[in-house]
């Protein structure tokens, strides 16, 4: 089993939506909760990260994390065309402090 | 953009040979992690560099070295290569180990095909 699970996608949405995004994970020492978007060809850009549970909002993203339920989500809202990137969870923390353990990605698409 | 480069961003190596890959960290930053990342996957860590000390490593054969040197700047480097080695290799740099989480800022990355 992974240490974080993420559905690759890819999702497709209109222009306007609202976009879920989500991971599961297995390690409960993870403390440092990341979501990266990653266009084609790039390397990947840090969106929002959140330290321990709970809701953190930045313009049109708002990251979740249950540490109960080991479950993080990004939301998308008013998706425009310019977010079509693929998505990447990440986590740190405990034993793995020195490192990030990535997600696989979730393509996503917004149509116009 | 953020401040972390690296060079080249693209290479095509023949199996058995031998590549260095560069990476000029963000300034003020001391620590440098690199990271494997297969066509379809998330980024795979293979080692971090704090301080010019190896600080943890990932799941990577010994072929897989690392440098970091005194301006913190980094160096990876691969032996013997073989085809599944093609990957996009990426340099993160942070502030400080154990803090990679929050503030890791990636590179662009250099694409290796191995043929």
């Known amino acids: 089993q992974k240490e974080v699970e993420q559905d690759p996608g890819p999702l497709s949405v209109p222009e306007g939506a609202i976009v879920s995004l989500n991971c599961t994970y297995s390690n409960s020492a993870f403390q440092y909760f990341m979501w990266y978007r990653q266009y084609s060809r790039k390397g990947p850009e840090l969106l929002m990260y959140?330290?321990?549970?709970g809701n953190k909002e930045d313009g049109r993203f708002t990251a979740q994390v249950d540490k109960s339920s080991k479950y993080i989500s990004l939301f998308i809202r008013d998706s425009q065309p310019s977010d079509s990137a693929t998505y990447l969870c990440?986590?740190?923390?405990?034993?793995?402090?020195?490192?990030?353990?990535f997600g696989s990605g979730t393509r996503l698409s917004i149509r116009p | 953009e953020t401040g972390v480069t690296q060079s080249p961003t693209h290479l095509i190596k023949t199996r058995g040979q031998q590549v260095t890959l560069r990476c000029s960290s963000q300034s003020g930053h001391n620590t440098v992690s690199w990271y494997q990342q297969a066509l379809g996957q998330g980024p795979q860590f293979i080692f971090q560099y704090y301080r010019e000390e190896e600080n943890g490593r990932g799941n990577f054969p010994p072929r897989f070295s690392g440098l970091q040197f005194p301006n913190y700047s980094s160096e990876l480097n691969v032996n013997a290569l073989e085809l599944d080695d093609s990957a996009l290799y990426l340099c993160?740099?942070?502030?400080?180990?154990?803090?990679?989480?929050?503030?890791?800022?990636f590179g662009q990355g250099t694409r290796l095909t191995v043929v």
């Open positions: 959140t330290y321990s549970s």
């Open positions: 990440a986590m740190s923390g405990g034993s793995s402090a020195s490192k990030i353990i």
């Open positions: 993160a740099s942070s502030l400080g180990a154990g803090r990679s989480g929050t503030e890791a800022f």
